[in-house]
């Protein structure tokens, strides 16, 4: 009869027969996903009376050789120089009407010499359907000037993997991610940090002043 099942199931099924029968896994031919029950168990009896090679392979042990746990550390540190030198360009904002600071940060993007871009303000304690202003934002700076830039600005959660994927997808896009609560001189704190952004940042800003940036260790 034939075997109605995905080839990776089928290869399940062979191995472990094989297994079973003192053969290698490796000497097993591999076009069985279209063969038939009969032509599966000749193939196996052939490879038994013949002597096939039956020394075990090596054992490979898997991803627990490689694969090592990572941790995200927020470690402290002075904002970079300043390395924007372009003229004071327009920027889209996306925020809820009723956003503290959006407005802002627009005007202090607009001011400083940083060109021209998409910018997203999203709320603390963003809500799923807050986020459509994100992907909105994200849309709009893919359709935009290849000299533009990405700015995201939230505090807690929001869409920062869609930040990153966005840049990964559109690296020309200068990409710049703020987590911030509202504070004093938070929107000159985020104009700043735009104007050090080189290819993609992320910064967590606190109301007392200081800047912690995300880095990615390897735990023992």
């Known amino acids: 009869?034939?075997?109605?099942?995905?080839?990776?199931?089928?290869?399940?099924?062979?191995?472990?027969?094989?297994?079973?029968?003192g053969l290698a896994p490796?000497?097993?031919?591999?076009?069985?996903?279209?063969?038939?029950?009969?032509?599966?168990?000749?193939?196996?009896?052939?490879?038994?009376?013949?002597g096939a090679d039956t020394t075990a392979a090596p054992v490979v042990t898997g991803a627990a050789a490689w694969a090592r746990p990572f941790s995200v550390d927020l470690d402290e540190l002075p904002l970079p120089a300043a390395v924007a030198d372009e003229k004071g360009g327009t920027?889209?904002?996306?925020?809820?009407?009723?956003?503290?600071?959006?407005?802002?940060?627009?005007?202090?993007?607009q001011n400083a010499a940083v060109g021209s871009g998409v910018l997203v303000c999203l709320p603390p304690d963003c809500s799923p359907d807050q986020l459509e202003l994100a992907l909105d934002g994200a849309k709009s700076a893919l359709a935009g000037s290849r000299e533009g830039r990405f700015v995201l600005v939230?505090?807690?959660?929001?869409?920062?993997?869609?930040?990153k994927t966005l840049h990964l997808e559109a690296p020309h896009l200068r990409t710049t991610v703020v987590h911030t609560p509202v504070a004093d001189?938070?929107?000159?704190?985020?104009?700043?940090?735009v104007a050090a952004t080189t290819h993609f940042s992320e910064v967590h800003l606190a109301q007392d002043g200081s800047r912690r940036v995300p880095v990615l260790r390897a735990l023992p």
């Open 1 to 21: 009869d034939d075997l109605h099942m995905s080839s990776i199931t089928v290869g399940q099924i062979v191995n472990q027969t094989a297994v079973r029968l």
């Open 91 to 109: 920027w889209e904002l996306f925020a809820s009407a009723d956003h503290s600071f959006a407005h802002d940060v627009r005007r202090a993007l």
């Open 154 to 163: 939230q505090h807690d959660r929001g869409a920062a993997g869609l930040a």
């Open 26 to 50: 490796s000497s097993i031919p591999t076009n069985f996903a279209t063969a038939t029950v009969a032509e599966l168990a000749s193939a196996l009896t052939i490879l038994v009376e013949t």
């Open 185 to 193: 001189g938070a929107a000159d704190r985020v104009a700043a940090e």
